[in-house]
């Protein structure tokens, strides 16, 4: 009887224990150019990737390594097609993948998409995106998101990657920019999570090796008034994240200056126990008085939540304010007091824009920033070689060591987005101790 327990409590552990080694977010492809490889974590190096924006406003990132971190396959913007709704997909080498040219996205949905792997099956990986058409590929929506489709990717090789499916339409609506991927509590599975642009409404799905399940809803939070919605303020912008076990979620939703957390349960996907952090000011109707949340992560063992933001005052044509805030979620949730530590704050037209967050699979937070100069002819004069880094994120500031040349990524980060893995900045793929 004892052996049989032994066996039990050791296999039962077994796909959780599995999926230490996988190593999907070993290497990050974003930029011009830019490319980050996580092989080695205690050394991770930059290399040239094929990333190749083309327009000012291409924040779209995603990337794919298999489980033991060979580089794959990563989402770009069509530079042949040059219509906007459409990307690619292409291999490691830069070449195009089989049948993986038009691809339905949107190059401004900084958190619009996503691969996952499919479950119990090494070969095959989803690819999830956002687009503001419509399934007909024709009728355009004004309300940020109208589409979540997905394409299916089979590797044979290095050389040989075929799409087999692409544009599959997986739900029609009105969506924020954000999808969130997070490993199921059966450790299996996966959730992919959306949300309405205009309403308080989450959507889930989830991922099995038998296909995707039918959406379910959760209405929790606050979504757009009916006065913000005449004026087309939508919850979306700004940055949806994970924590890396998986027990938080929180969304700084830039265009109604919020800044919600969540507790979420793996087992039923269901989020609770909201904390409202933001706004930090009164939002103006008339004008965009905030950039807001500009991005959000947690710290590996989810004990630290940090959050930068922009603020750029109307009639204001000099100063913005650039500020990185940290959290303690235990003093929050002990105290009930939301206060937070600054560890960046700067008030200047010309200093690097603050863009998405990044947990790496070194356990650094990597913080993209572009030098936001708009009078620059070329876009790319306005790319920031470095990224932000906080190389100790658990420790409350300033042990947390933060860093302005965190890490020197030798191509630029594209209009302040890193790649993304599930549209979260903890939510990389790779471990199971993260629940990913």
Known sequence: MIYRILWVALFGLLPFSLSLAQKYDS????????????????????FKSHCRPSISSAQTQATISDENGKLIAYWTYDTLDQRPIYGRLINKYGQPIKNGDSILSYPVFANGA???????????????????????????????????????????????????????ILLEGEFSNYLGVIRHANGRDWWLLAHESTSNRFIRFIITPNGITNPTYQAIGRGPTSFELKKEFYYWLGEMTFSPKGN????????????ELYRFNRCNGLLSDL?????????????????GYAGVSFSPDESKLYVSRV????????????????????????????????????????????????????NKIYIAVMNENSTAPDIRTRL????????????????????EKGFFSRGGTFYGRLTQFSCLSGTDL??????H
Not at 390 to 402: T, V
Not at 430 to 435: E, I, K, L, P
Request: net charge negative.
């Open 311 to 362: 603020e750029d005052p109307p009639f204001v044509t000099t100063d913005r304010y650039f500020k990185i805030f940290q959290y303690d979620i235990n003093a929050l949730l002990k105290n009930k007091k939301y206060e937070h530590l600054i560890i960046y704050d700067e008030t200047n037209n010309n200093i690097p824009y603050l863009g998405s967050h990044e947990l790496g699979p070194d």
């Open 27 to 46: 290497h990050w492809t974003f930029g011009d150019s830019a490319g980050i490889d996580f092989s080695d974590t205690t050394n991770p190096r930059p």
């Open 384 to 403: 920031s070689p470095y990224l932000f880094r906080i190389n100790k994120p658990n420790e409350p500031y300033p042990a947390c060591d933060f860093q």
């Open 248 to 259: 938080w979620l929180c969304i700084g939703a830039s265009g109604l200056d919020l800044l």
């Open 430 to 435: 790779t471990h199971s101790d993260r629940a």
């Open 114 to 168: 996503v691969f996952v792997p499919i479950p119990n099956d090494k070969t095959r990986y989803y690819f999830f995106n956002i687009s503001p058409m419509k399934g007909d590929q024709k009728t355009s929506c004004r309300k940020i998101g109208c589409t979540i489709s997905y394409a299916v990717l089979q590797v044979f090789s290095d050389e040989r990657i075929e799409v087999l499916q692409k544009n599959q």
């Open 275 to 291: 904390v409202v952090l933001g706004p930090d000011k009164k939002i103006s109707y008339d004008f965009y008085n905030t950039y």
